[in-house]
């Protein structure tokens, strides 16, 4: 793992761990919520108390994320030595020291909330804003330089290529919470890991078993405008994204997305299939039938036993998945009404 990898995982990481010592010589460790700020993690805390004493002292700071748990069985199919966990993990060794300047803790306390608090709703902290000015004084902020700074990841990069391959067909198949997500962390860690069945398509795409934020507006780029969407503003259609139970793309040589879809899913009875679109210099290459195969595969929709979906123009290209037009299937054994509650 690069620096930027480790920087970057410690910006993400939802909590930090701090290790130092007491002033009698005796091993402390601590969990903090910490902010990537100036080259340095930061935290803060009460301005007297056990992190006032860790000031001036040696300290590592530690992060990490579980990836998958990968059981034994996945690998042999009697001995318990494969079981193991993916994961990836950053470290930085330097000396507590205290933030005092007022914008600096500022600025520390802002990277705070806006990590935590995403969504707003509070007057952003400034040091001379007169509901922080006290506060600010008041408050301890530490951090702890990145200068000595690693991160290792155990992926399965050091497995063949092949053997990647015949994993993430495990995971797949097992559908676990996260198992989608860890798929697309292995690949990107391993590129040359073979696609495997379930990931095929056709040449010169790749496509994708798990979308995340940071493909939102690439995804509602390619959405925005299609019949469907006429007047949706495009932070509802990222919202829509971002509380899909699967979403799923493509992407070119480039990297670029270029196609996507989304699933709502109870996994067991129903699944509904939402804004399926390729971009249009794409289509015509049975990119679209790869990513709804694939879609259709997912752990979370596979298992339900009604998919419902809703099409203006595309009824033959359903049909070929088995999708058949509602009033051609058998009646119901009982009678009903279908209800919509409409909310805007």
Not at 55 to 64: D, F, H, I, Q, S
Not at 306 to 329: C, I, K, M, P
Request: with cysteine; aromatic share 6%.
């Amino acid at each position: 793992m690069d620096r930027a990898e480790a920087e970057a995982l410690f910006a993400g990481a939802q909590v930090v761990h701090v290790a130092s010592t007491t002033e009698e010589g005796e091993p402390v460790l601590r969990v903090v919520h910490g902010v990537v700020v100036r080259g340095a993690i930061a935290f803060h805390g009460a301005p007297a108390g056990e992190k006032t004493e860790a000031v001036g002292r040696p300290a590592v700071v530690a992060c990490e994320e579980i990836v998958a748990s990968i059981p034994s069985y996945f690998v042999d199919p009697a001995r318990a030595c494969p079981a193991t966990t993916l994961y990836r993990s950053a470290q930085a060794h330097g000396v507590i020291a205290r933030v005092d300047d007022p914008d600096h803790k500022a600025e520390v306390l802002e990277a705070l909330m806006r990590k935590y608090q995403p969504e707003g709703g509070y007057t952003p902290i400034e040091a001379a804003h007169p509901l922080y000015r006290k506060a600010i004084e008041g408050i301890l902020v530490l951090s702890v330089p990145l200068e000595r700074l690693d991160g290792k990841a155990k992926l399965m990069q050091h497995r063949a290529p092949e053997e990647r391959a015949r994993l993430l067909v495990k995971l797949w198949e097992r559908g676990a919470p996260g198992d989608a997500a860890a798929i697309e962390v292995i690949r990107r860690a391993s590129p040359d890991t073979p696609a495997p069945a379930f990931l095929e398509a056709p040449a010169g795409c790749a496509l994708a078993c798990a979308l995340g934020p940071g493909d939102v507006e690439a995804a509602v780029d390619l959405l925005e405008g299609a019949y469907w969407n006429q007047g949706v503003p495009r932070v509802v259609i990222a919202r829509a994204l971002l509380g899909a139970t699967a979403w799923v793309g493509a992407r070119d040589a480039a990297g670029r997305l270029v196609a996507t879809a989304r699933a709502i899913s109870d996994g067991a009875r129903r699944a509904w299939l939402f804004d399926v679109m390729v971009a249009p210099a794409l289509r015509g290459v049975r990119l679209g039938e790869a990513l709804v195969r694939m879609l259709l595969d997912h752990p979370a929709v596979r298992g339900a036993t009604h998919v419902h979906l809703g099409t203006q123009d595309a009824h033959g290209f359903y049909a070929r998945f088995g999708f058949r037009d509602r009033a051609a299937l058998p009646p119901r054994p009982f009678t009903s009404t279908e209800m919509v509650l409409v909310r805007g």
